[in-house]
Protein backbone atom coordinates (compact mmCIF):
# COMPACT_ATOMS: atom_id res chain seq x y z
CA UNK A 1 0.00 0.00 0.00
CA UNK A 2 1.43 3.28 -0.77
CA UNK A 3 2.24 5.79 1.91
CA UNK A 4 1.11 9.64 1.99
CA UNK A 5 3.78 10.04 4.70
CA UNK A 6 6.79 8.27 5.70
CA UNK A 7 7.88 8.66 9.36
CA UNK A 8 10.67 7.67 11.76
CA UNK A 9 8.08 7.68 14.85
CA UNK A 10 4.51 8.21 14.93
CA UNK A 11 3.29 9.24 18.38
CA UNK A 12 -0.57 8.80 19.14
CA UNK A 13 -1.90 11.41 21.18
CA UNK A 14 -1.35 15.09 22.15
CA UNK A 15 -1.94 15.01 25.96
CA UNK A 16 0.57 15.12 28.60
CA UNK A 17 2.47 11.98 27.65
CA UNK A 18 2.25 12.87 23.98
CA UNK A 19 3.91 16.50 24.33
CA UNK A 20 6.44 14.79 26.68
CA UNK A 21 7.18 12.26 24.17
CA UNK A 22 7.71 15.09 21.24
CA UNK A 23 10.25 16.92 23.76
CA UNK A 24 12.30 13.65 24.60
CA UNK A 25 12.22 12.70 20.79
CA UNK A 26 13.06 15.97 19.69
CA UNK A 27 15.95 16.90 22.73
CA UNK A 28 17.28 13.25 22.11
CA UNK A 29 16.92 11.66 19.17
CA UNK A 30 16.83 15.05 17.17
CA UNK A 31 18.14 13.31 13.66
CA UNK A 32 14.57 11.81 13.42
CA UNK A 33 11.55 12.25 12.05
CA UNK A 34 8.15 12.15 14.39
CA UNK A 35 4.55 13.39 14.34
CA UNK A 36 2.23 13.58 16.93
CA UNK A 37 -1.00 12.02 15.60
CA UNK A 38 -4.54 14.11 17.83
CA UNK A 39 -7.42 12.49 17.01
CA UNK A 40 -9.91 15.37 18.68
CA UNK A 41 -9.56 18.97 17.00
CA UNK A 42 -7.44 20.30 20.48
CA UNK A 43 -4.42 19.04 22.59
CA UNK A 44 -5.05 18.25 25.72
CA UNK A 45 -6.34 15.02 26.31
CA UNK A 46 -8.05 14.29 29.56
CA UNK A 47 -7.57 18.13 30.40
CA UNK A 48 -9.48 19.38 27.09
CA UNK A 49 -11.88 16.52 27.24
CA UNK A 50 -13.50 16.16 31.27
CA UNK A 51 -16.23 19.11 31.44
CA UNK A 52 -17.74 18.36 34.71
CA UNK A 53 -18.07 21.09 37.70
CA UNK A 54 -14.73 21.07 39.36
CA UNK A 55 -12.68 19.33 36.83
CA UNK A 56 -8.87 18.99 38.44
CA UNK A 57 -5.61 17.41 38.83
CA UNK A 58 -5.62 15.29 41.87
CA UNK A 59 -1.80 15.32 42.41
CA UNK A 60 0.58 17.85 43.19
CA UNK A 61 1.42 20.17 39.57
CA UNK A 62 5.39 20.13 40.37
CA UNK A 63 5.22 16.53 39.28
CA UNK A 64 2.49 16.02 37.73
CA UNK A 65 3.99 18.59 34.98
CA UNK A 66 6.69 18.58 32.70
CA UNK A 67 10.65 18.91 35.08
CA UNK A 68 11.60 20.26 31.57
CA UNK A 69 8.66 23.34 31.69
CA UNK A 70 8.06 23.68 35.04
CA UNK A 71 4.80 24.63 36.74
CA UNK A 72 4.61 28.78 37.69
CA UNK A 73 1.08 29.13 39.03
CA UNK A 74 0.25 29.42 42.68
CA UNK A 75 -1.82 26.69 42.46
CA UNK A 76 -0.87 23.22 43.71
CA UNK A 77 -3.71 20.89 41.95
CA UNK A 78 -4.57 22.84 39.09
CA UNK A 79 -8.19 23.29 37.28
CA UNK A 80 -8.58 21.65 33.79
CA UNK A 81 -8.69 25.04 31.69
CA UNK A 82 -5.44 25.59 34.08
CA UNK A 83 -3.74 22.74 32.83
CA UNK A 84 -4.78 22.94 29.74
CA UNK A 85 -3.06 26.04 29.36
CA UNK A 86 -0.04 24.77 30.23
CA UNK A 87 0.18 22.20 28.03
CA UNK A 88 -0.55 24.53 24.86
CA UNK A 89 2.64 26.66 26.62
CA UNK A 90 4.43 24.03 26.87
CA UNK A 91 4.22 22.62 23.66
CA UNK A 92 4.71 26.11 22.04
CA UNK A 93 8.14 26.75 23.72
CA UNK A 94 9.46 23.97 22.92
CA UNK A 95 7.95 24.30 18.98
CA UNK A 96 6.21 20.78 19.41
CA UNK A 97 3.01 21.90 18.11
CA UNK A 98 4.68 21.81 14.83
CA UNK A 99 4.55 18.28 15.06
CA UNK A 100 1.20 17.63 15.95
CA UNK A 101 -1.44 17.24 13.54
CA UNK A 102 -5.23 17.51 14.65
CA UNK A 103 -8.29 15.83 13.84
CA UNK A 104 -5.88 12.71 12.84
CA UNK A 105 -7.62 9.75 13.83
CA UNK A 106 -5.69 6.22 13.52
CA UNK A 107 -7.74 3.47 12.55
CA UNK A 108 -5.53 0.64 12.25
CA UNK A 109 -1.48 -0.17 12.83
CA UNK A 110 -0.31 -3.18 11.16
CA UNK A 111 3.04 -4.03 11.27
CA UNK A 112 4.77 -5.68 8.21
CA UNK A 113 7.71 -7.63 8.79
CA UNK A 114 8.53 -7.72 5.31
CA UNK A 115 9.10 -4.19 5.11
CA UNK A 116 10.19 -3.58 9.07
CA UNK A 117 7.40 -1.04 9.19
CA UNK A 118 4.48 -0.16 10.40
CA UNK A 119 1.33 0.64 8.08
CA UNK A 120 -1.51 2.78 9.77
CA UNK A 121 -4.50 4.20 8.41
CA UNK A 122 -5.47 7.49 9.67
CA UNK A 123 -8.79 9.31 9.07
CA UNK A 124 -8.07 13.05 8.62
CA UNK A 125 -11.36 15.33 9.41
CA UNK A 126 -10.94 19.03 8.42
CA UNK A 127 -12.57 22.17 9.99
CA UNK A 128 -15.12 21.43 7.69
CA UNK A 129 -16.41 17.88 8.75
CA UNK A 130 -15.07 16.52 5.34
CA UNK A 131 -12.77 12.92 6.57
CA UNK A 132 -10.59 11.51 4.26
CA UNK A 133 -8.47 8.28 4.44
CA UNK A 134 -4.27 8.37 4.61
CA UNK A 135 -2.08 6.13 5.02
CA UNK A 136 0.97 6.89 7.10
CA UNK A 137 4.06 4.72 7.72
CA UNK A 138 6.90 4.32 10.37
CA UNK A 139 9.56 2.88 12.09
CA UNK A 140 8.08 2.50 15.54
CA UNK A 141 4.57 3.49 16.65
CA UNK A 142 4.17 5.19 20.22
CA UNK A 143 0.80 5.00 22.30
CA UNK A 144 0.34 7.81 24.11
CA UNK A 145 -3.75 7.91 24.63
CA UNK A 146 -3.90 6.95 28.35
CA UNK A 147 -5.70 4.32 29.59
CA UNK A 148 -9.32 4.53 29.22
CA UNK A 149 -11.42 5.41 25.86
CA UNK A 150 -12.91 8.35 25.60
CA UNK A 151 -15.60 7.19 23.14
CA UNK A 152 -16.64 4.73 25.99
CA UNK A 153 -17.81 5.06 30.10
CA UNK A 154 -17.86 2.34 32.20
CA UNK A 155 -21.68 0.99 31.79
CA UNK A 156 -23.10 1.50 35.69
CA UNK A 157 -24.45 -1.80 36.53
CA UNK A 158 -27.65 -0.04 39.01
CA UNK A 159 -30.46 -2.07 39.30
CA UNK A 160 -33.73 0.25 37.89
CA UNK A 161 -31.76 3.29 36.88
CA UNK A 162 -33.88 3.38 33.50
CA UNK A 163 -37.19 3.72 35.42
CA UNK A 164 -35.72 7.13 37.23
CA UNK A 165 -37.82 10.17 36.31
CA UNK A 166 -35.36 12.80 36.56
CA UNK A 167 -31.59 13.31 34.89
CA UNK A 168 -29.00 10.73 34.51
CA UNK A 169 -25.62 11.75 33.73
CA UNK A 170 -22.31 10.43 33.52
CA UNK A 171 -19.48 12.49 34.14
CA UNK A 172 -17.84 11.73 31.20
CA UNK A 173 -20.73 12.71 29.05
CA UNK A 174 -20.91 16.31 31.12
CA UNK A 175 -21.98 19.11 28.76
CA UNK A 176 -23.09 22.65 28.93
CA UNK A 177 -26.56 21.95 28.86
CA UNK A 178 -26.22 19.96 32.12
CA UNK A 179 -27.23 21.97 35.15
CA UNK A 180 -27.36 20.87 38.74
CA UNK A 181 -28.73 24.65 40.54
CA UNK A 182 -31.34 24.11 42.74
CA UNK A 183 -31.74 20.37 42.17
CA UNK A 184 -31.38 17.40 44.46
CA UNK A 185 -28.12 15.12 43.55
CA UNK A 186 -26.97 12.34 44.38
CA UNK A 187 -23.51 11.21 43.30
CA UNK A 188 -23.23 7.27 42.84
CA UNK A 189 -19.03 6.63 43.49
CA UNK A 190 -16.53 7.48 45.90
CA UNK A 191 -13.12 7.75 43.28
CA UNK A 192 -11.57 11.13 42.29
CA UNK A 193 -14.25 12.38 40.14
CA UNK A 194 -16.89 11.84 43.15
CA UNK A 195 -14.14 13.47 45.42
CA UNK A 196 -14.20 16.34 43.15
CA UNK A 197 -17.75 16.88 42.03
CA UNK A 198 -18.97 17.01 45.23
CA UNK A 199 -17.70 20.30 46.50
CA UNK A 200 -17.75 22.05 43.03
CA UNK A 201 -21.77 20.52 43.21
CA UNK A 202 -22.55 21.79 46.90
CA UNK A 203 -22.01 25.93 45.96
CA UNK A 204 -25.32 26.04 44.11
CA UNK A 205 -27.12 22.31 44.24
CA UNK A 206 -30.28 22.19 46.70
CA UNK A 207 -29.09 19.33 48.18
CA UNK A 208 -25.72 16.79 47.17
CA UNK A 209 -25.75 13.25 48.47
CA UNK A 210 -22.55 11.09 48.09
CA UNK A 211 -23.95 7.60 47.61
CA UNK A 212 -21.07 5.24 48.05
CA UNK A 213 -20.94 1.03 48.25
CA UNK A 214 -17.51 1.27 50.39
CA UNK A 215 -15.33 4.20 51.83
CA UNK A 216 -12.42 5.26 50.02
CA UNK A 217 -9.21 7.15 51.21
CA UNK A 218 -8.83 10.58 50.48
CA UNK A 219 -6.34 13.14 51.50
CA UNK A 220 -6.10 16.59 51.69
CA UNK A 221 -2.83 18.51 49.87
CA UNK A 222 -1.61 21.94 50.27
CA UNK A 223 -4.05 24.53 47.35
CA UNK A 224 -0.86 26.28 47.12
CA UNK A 225 2.70 25.24 45.71
CA UNK A 226 4.79 25.33 48.69
CA UNK A 227 8.08 27.84 48.31
CA UNK A 228 11.25 26.77 49.92
CA UNK A 229 14.26 29.25 50.93
CA UNK A 230 16.57 28.21 47.70
CA UNK A 231 14.38 30.08 45.11
CA UNK A 232 15.56 33.12 47.14
CA UNK A 233 18.95 32.78 45.67
CA UNK A 234 19.57 30.06 43.52
CA UNK A 235 19.20 30.81 39.91
CA UNK A 236 16.14 29.57 38.39
CA UNK A 237 17.05 26.44 36.78
CA UNK A 238 18.74 25.11 39.53
CA UNK A 239 15.91 25.94 42.06
CA UNK A 240 13.60 23.76 39.63
CA UNK A 241 15.74 21.14 39.42
CA UNK A 242 15.86 21.03 43.12
CA UNK A 243 12.09 21.51 43.66
CA UNK A 244 10.90 18.88 41.45
CA UNK A 245 13.54 16.43 42.84
CA UNK A 246 12.80 17.23 46.16
CA UNK A 247 8.85 16.76 46.00
CA UNK A 248 9.52 13.37 43.67
CA UNK A 249 11.51 11.59 46.66
CA UNK A 250 8.56 13.15 49.11
CA UNK A 251 6.31 11.59 46.84
CA UNK A 252 8.60 8.32 46.53
CA UNK A 253 8.95 7.77 50.62
CA UNK A 254 5.41 8.96 51.13
CA UNK A 255 4.11 6.14 48.95
CA UNK A 256 6.86 3.77 50.39
CA UNK A 257 5.92 4.29 54.23
CA UNK A 258 2.64 4.12 53.84
CA UNK A 259 2.53 0.77 51.83
CA UNK A 260 4.88 -0.43 53.98
CA UNK A 261 3.11 0.62 57.17
CA UNK A 262 -0.75 -0.17 56.50
CA UNK A 263 -2.07 0.13 59.88
CA UNK A 264 -0.36 3.09 60.46
CA UNK A 265 -1.61 4.71 57.49
CA UNK A 266 -4.91 3.91 58.03
CA UNK A 267 -4.62 5.68 61.57
CA UNK A 268 -2.41 8.67 60.19
CA UNK A 269 -4.98 9.08 57.16
CA UNK A 270 -7.97 9.11 59.36
CA UNK A 271 -6.61 11.82 61.35
CA UNK A 272 -5.46 13.84 58.93
CA UNK A 273 -9.38 13.86 57.95
CA UNK A 274 -10.35 14.62 61.59
CA UNK A 275 -9.09 17.99 61.50
CA UNK A 276 -11.07 18.86 59.11
CA UNK A 277 -14.00 17.23 59.18
CA UNK A 278 -17.01 18.42 61.23
CA UNK A 279 -16.90 17.74 65.47
CA UNK A 280 -18.72 13.64 65.78
CA UNK A 281 -18.46 12.62 62.05
CA UNK A 282 -18.65 8.86 61.50
CA UNK A 283 -15.77 8.64 60.16
CA UNK A 284 -15.55 4.40 61.01
CA UNK A 285 -19.19 3.97 58.76
CA UNK A 286 -17.86 6.40 55.70
CA UNK A 287 -13.48 6.55 55.59
CA UNK A 288 -12.88 3.18 57.30
CA UNK A 289 -11.90 1.35 53.59
CA UNK A 290 -11.81 -2.47 53.93
CA UNK A 291 -8.42 -2.30 51.86
CA UNK A 292 -5.21 -0.99 52.30
CA UNK A 293 -3.89 2.36 50.99
CA UNK A 294 -2.33 2.24 47.50
CA UNK A 295 -4.56 -1.28 47.01
CA UNK A 296 -6.99 1.69 45.17
CA UNK A 297 -6.20 4.82 44.42
CA UNK A 298 -5.39 7.54 47.29
CA UNK A 299 -7.72 10.57 46.30
CA UNK A 300 -6.28 14.02 47.32
CA UNK A 301 -8.63 17.55 47.31
CA UNK A 302 -7.07 20.68 47.57
CA UNK A 303 -7.25 22.48 50.88
CA UNK A 304 -9.07 19.86 52.34
CA UNK A 305 -12.47 21.28 50.31
CA UNK A 306 -14.19 17.79 50.01
CA UNK A 307 -14.14 17.67 54.06
CA UNK A 308 -15.21 21.17 54.42
CA UNK A 309 -18.45 20.84 52.36
CA UNK A 310 -19.95 18.38 54.96
CA UNK A 311 -19.97 21.49 57.69
CA UNK A 312 -22.63 22.39 54.89
CA UNK A 313 -26.16 21.64 55.91
CA UNK A 314 -26.78 20.77 52.19
CA UNK A 315 -23.85 17.88 51.83
CA UNK A 316 -24.24 14.28 53.44
CA UNK A 317 -23.05 10.97 52.67
CA UNK A 318 -24.39 7.88 52.94
CA UNK A 319 -22.64 4.39 52.47
CA UNK A 320 -24.77 1.80 51.55
CA UNK A 321 -25.90 -0.56 48.37
CA UNK A 322 -28.57 0.46 46.34
CA UNK A 323 -31.95 -2.09 45.82
CA UNK A 324 -33.37 -0.22 43.42
CA UNK A 325 -34.25 3.25 41.62
CA UNK A 326 -37.18 4.75 42.17
CA UNK A 327 -38.82 7.60 39.99
CA UNK A 328 -38.42 9.70 42.41
CA UNK A 329 -35.27 8.65 44.12
CA UNK A 330 -32.87 5.20 45.28
CA UNK A 331 -34.28 3.01 47.48
CA UNK A 332 -31.13 1.63 49.64
CA UNK A 333 -30.83 -1.85 51.18
CA UNK A 334 -31.06 -0.83 54.49
CA UNK A 335 -34.51 0.42 53.72
CA UNK A 336 -33.67 4.24 53.30
CA UNK A 337 -35.21 6.18 50.31
CA UNK A 338 -32.85 9.09 49.00
CA UNK A 339 -35.11 11.73 47.20
CA UNK A 340 -33.55 13.11 43.61
CA UNK A 341 -33.99 14.57 40.33
CA UNK A 342 -30.71 14.27 39.15
CA UNK A 343 -28.26 11.18 39.31
CA UNK A 344 -24.38 11.17 38.50
CA UNK A 345 -22.81 8.10 38.04
CA UNK A 346 -19.60 8.55 38.79
CA UNK A 347 -18.98 5.06 38.55
CA UNK A 348 -15.59 4.85 37.30
CA UNK A 349 -13.63 4.37 33.35
CA UNK A 350 -13.82 2.16 30.77
CA UNK A 351 -10.20 0.79 30.83
CA UNK A 352 -8.61 0.09 27.50
CA UNK A 353 -4.82 0.26 25.98
CA UNK A 354 -4.23 1.44 22.55
CA UNK A 355 -7.07 4.13 22.08
CA UNK A 356 -9.28 1.42 20.66
CA UNK A 357 -6.89 1.01 17.66
CA UNK A 358 -6.96 -2.06 15.48
CA UNK A 359 -3.45 -3.48 15.96
CA UNK A 360 -2.25 -6.51 13.56
CA UNK A 361 1.30 -8.36 13.09
CA UNK A 362 1.19 -9.07 9.48
CA UNK A 363 -2.29 -8.91 9.14
CA UNK A 364 -3.04 -11.05 12.40
CA UNK A 365 -4.98 -9.61 14.98
CA UNK A 366 -2.89 -8.38 17.99
CA UNK A 367 -5.27 -6.33 19.83
CA UNK A 368 -7.60 -9.31 20.98
CA UNK A 369 -5.20 -10.86 22.38
CA UNK A 370 -3.86 -8.36 25.27
CA UNK A 371 -5.05 -10.72 28.30
CA UNK A 372 -2.68 -13.06 26.94
CA UNK A 373 0.39 -11.12 26.30
CA UNK A 374 2.89 -9.86 29.16
CA UNK A 375 4.50 -6.24 29.53
CA UNK A 376 8.40 -5.74 28.81
CA UNK A 377 9.83 -2.98 31.21
CA UNK A 378 6.24 -1.61 32.05
CA UNK A 379 5.96 0.16 27.71
CA UNK A 380 6.14 -2.77 25.60
CA UNK A 381 4.45 -6.24 25.12
CA UNK A 382 5.48 -9.22 23.91
CA UNK A 383 5.13 -10.51 20.17
CA UNK A 384 5.23 -6.63 19.27
CA UNK A 385 7.43 -5.09 17.23
CA UNK A 386 8.90 -1.58 17.13
CA UNK A 387 5.81 -0.37 19.42
CA UNK A 388 5.36 0.88 23.64
CA UNK A 389 2.54 2.29 25.36
CA UNK A 390 3.30 5.64 27.44
CA UNK A 391 0.99 3.96 30.56
CA UNK A 392 1.55 6.94 33.49
CA UNK A 393 1.54 5.61 37.40
CA UNK A 394 -2.09 5.32 38.16
CA UNK A 395 -2.03 5.06 41.94
CA UNK A 396 0.34 7.95 42.60
CA UNK A 397 1.34 10.57 39.87
CA UNK A 398 0.57 9.88 36.27
CA UNK A 399 3.49 12.16 34.64
CA UNK A 400 7.16 10.38 35.98
CA UNK A 401 5.72 7.06 34.92
CA UNK A 402 4.76 8.05 31.60
CA UNK A 403 8.16 9.97 30.98
CA UNK A 404 10.44 7.11 32.37
CA UNK A 405 8.95 4.39 29.91
CA UNK A 406 9.53 7.06 27.40
CA UNK A 407 12.70 7.23 27.89
CA UNK A 408 12.76 3.27 28.13
CA UNK A 409 11.57 3.31 24.64
CA UNK A 410 14.07 5.97 23.53
CA UNK A 411 17.07 3.48 25.23
CA UNK A 412 15.43 0.48 22.90
CA UNK A 413 16.04 2.89 20.08
CA UNK A 414 19.07 3.96 20.51
CA UNK A 415 20.63 0.37 20.97
CA UNK A 416 19.14 -0.77 17.43
CA UNK A 417 20.60 1.94 15.72
CA UNK A 418 23.76 1.35 17.39
CA UNK A 419 23.56 -2.46 16.37
CA UNK A 420 21.83 -2.03 13.13
CA UNK A 421 18.71 -3.62 14.13
CA UNK A 422 15.50 -2.59 12.14
CA UNK A 423 13.30 -4.07 14.83
CA UNK A 424 12.60 -5.34 18.15
CA UNK A 425 10.22 -7.66 19.34
CA UNK A 426 9.99 -8.77 23.25
CA UNK A 427 9.87 -12.51 23.17
CA UNK A 428 9.02 -14.67 25.80
CA UNK A 429 9.76 -18.88 25.59
CA UNK A 430 6.64 -21.20 25.50
CA UNK A 431 8.35 -22.79 28.99
CA UNK A 432 9.07 -18.98 30.36
CA UNK A 433 5.23 -18.04 29.56
CA UNK A 434 3.41 -21.65 31.13
CA UNK A 435 5.70 -20.80 34.77
CA UNK A 436 4.89 -17.03 34.86
CA UNK A 437 2.40 -15.91 37.22
CA UNK A 438 -0.94 -14.37 35.52
CA UNK A 439 -0.93 -11.17 37.15
CA UNK A 440 -2.84 -7.64 36.11
CA UNK A 441 -0.57 -5.12 34.53
CA UNK A 442 -3.03 -2.61 36.40
CA UNK A 443 -2.75 -4.68 40.01
CA UNK A 444 -5.56 -2.04 41.38
CA UNK A 445 -8.44 -3.59 43.32
CA UNK A 446 -11.15 -0.54 41.84
CA UNK A 447 -14.20 -2.03 40.14
CA UNK A 448 -12.85 -0.17 37.08
CA UNK A 449 -9.63 -2.38 37.06
CA UNK A 450 -11.63 -5.63 38.29
CA UNK A 451 -13.94 -5.12 35.39
CA UNK A 452 -10.66 -4.34 32.50
CA UNK A 453 -8.74 -7.63 33.89
CA UNK A 454 -9.50 -9.60 30.61
CA UNK A 455 -8.87 -6.25 28.68
CA UNK A 456 -5.09 -5.66 30.01
CA UNK A 457 -2.03 -7.44 29.90
CA UNK A 458 -0.13 -9.11 32.43
CA UNK A 459 2.90 -8.35 34.01
CA UNK A 460 5.56 -11.08 35.61
CA UNK A 461 7.89 -8.86 37.81
CA UNK A 462 10.48 -11.31 36.91
CA UNK A 463 13.27 -10.15 35.13
CA UNK A 464 12.12 -7.21 32.21
CA UNK A 465 8.46 -8.72 32.54
CA UNK A 466 7.30 -5.99 35.26
CA UNK A 467 5.07 -3.28 35.30
CA UNK A 468 6.68 -1.02 37.80
CA UNK A 469 4.34 1.99 40.24
CA UNK A 470 7.58 3.00 41.52
CA UNK A 471 9.70 5.88 40.18
CA UNK A 472 12.93 4.84 41.21
CA UNK A 473 12.53 1.63 40.85
CA UNK A 474 11.64 2.19 36.67
CA UNK A 475 14.53 4.80 36.99
CA UNK A 476 16.32 2.19 37.70
CA UNK A 477 15.48 -0.49 34.97
CA UNK A 478 15.83 2.61 32.63
CA UNK A 479 19.60 3.26 33.62
CA UNK A 480 21.16 -0.64 34.45
CA UNK A 481 18.14 -2.88 33.01
CA UNK A 482 19.46 -5.08 30.28
CA UNK A 483 17.29 -4.57 27.18
CA UNK A 484 18.68 -7.66 24.85
CA UNK A 485 16.90 -9.41 27.67
CA UNK A 486 13.53 -11.23 26.63
CA UNK A 487 13.91 -9.27 23.49
CA UNK A 488 14.63 -9.93 19.89
CA UNK A 489 16.11 -8.05 17.84
CA UNK A 490 15.99 -8.34 13.67
CA UNK A 491 18.80 -7.07 11.14
CA UNK A 492 18.95 -6.83 8.16
CA UNK A 493 19.75 -9.52 5.49
CA UNK A 494 23.10 -9.05 4.23
CA UNK A 495 22.69 -9.31 0.35
CA UNK A 496 25.28 -12.15 -1.50
CA UNK A 497 28.35 -10.40 -3.23
Given at each position: ???????????????????????????????????????????????????????????????????????????????????????????????????????????????????????????????????????????????????????????????????????????????????????????????????????????????????????????????????????????????????????????????????????????????????????????????????????????????????????????????????????????????????ANMIITATGLYVALLGGIEISVDDVRYDTTLNERYVWYSTMLDGLPNAGSLMGYVG??????????????????????????????????????????????????????????????????????????????????????????????????????
Amino acid sequence: MAADTVLDIVVVGAGLSGINAGYRLQTMMPHRTFAILEARNQIGGTWSFWKYPGTRTDSAMDVFGFDWFPWRSVNNMAKADEIRQYINDAAASEGINAKINLGHRVVSANWRSEEQMWTLLVDVTNYGGITTRKVVKAWWLINATGYYRYDKALPPDIPGLDRFGGEVVHPQWWSEDVTHDGKDVIIIGSGATAVTLLPALAKTAKSVTMLQRSPTYVMALPGRVPRYFWQKFLPVSWSDALNWWLRMFIEFFFVQILSSFPNFARKFIQGEMRKILPENFDIEQHFNPRYNVFEQRLCFCPSGDFFKAFHKPNVKIVTDTIKTVTKTGIELTSGHILDANMIITATGLYVALLGGIEISVDDVRYDTTLNERYVWYSTMLDGLPNAGSLMGYVGTTWTPGADVRLRQLIKVMKHMEKTGATSMTPFLTGEERAKFPRTSALPLTSTYALSARERLPMAAFIGPWRSGGNWVADTWYYWFGDITKGAKYTFPRRKDN
